[in-house]
């Protein structure tokens, strides 16, 4: 009776720590790190603005990097790594399916491991959808883009 008790707290406290702690701790660390980053950057141009009242305090954000432009991924990557995610799901979820529907067929056993299966194909053939509607959405801004990004090669 004591040991089924215990057996039940850890696998409340497993799930707890799983579904509650960790992404509460994923997102405190993540913005811990972008405060600390603008705060660096905040006390760097500070610095600078007081040596030279003189400068551009844009001109000065810009050569630091500053922008929220330099930052960010162009759509294309981040498109890409949609359609990577996609590839990736559907694949487990295929291979999970596959595995439990053997095993139903072939040993009887009436797991759920093929519910789990389609749902994981599931999401990545929506990923995957996701990626081919918002390519041909956004096919102009991509382009655009790109041709941005070849003339600072060039120019630089």
């Not at 759920?112 to 990626?131: D, E, H, N, R, S």
Request: neutral net charge.
């Amino acid at each position: 009776m004591d040991n089924d008790i215990m057996g039940i707290f850890m696998i409340i406290i497993l799930v707890i720590s799983c579904c509650v702690v960790l992404p509460l701790m994923i997102v405190w660390l993540t913005n811990k790190r972008k405060n600390h980053e603008i705060d660096k950057k905040s006390e760097i141009l500070m610095a600078l603005l007081e040596k030279n009242p003189n400068l551009d305090p844009v001109e000065v954000m810009n050569k630091l990097n500053m922008s929220q432009d330099s930052d960010r991924k162009p759509l294309k990557q981040k498109l890409l790594e949609q359609l990577l995610t996609g590839c990736i799901c559907l694949l487990i979820g295929i291979v999970l399916f596959v595995t439990h529907l053997f095993d139903m067929i072939f040993l009887g056993n009436k797991t759920m491991g093929v519910v789990g299966g389609g749902v994981t194909a599931a999401v990545g053939i929506a990923y995957i959808i996701y990626y081919f509607v918002s390519r041909k959405m956004l096919q102009r801004e991509i382009e655009a883009e790109e041709k941005r990004m070849t003339e600072q090669q060039i120019s630089e």
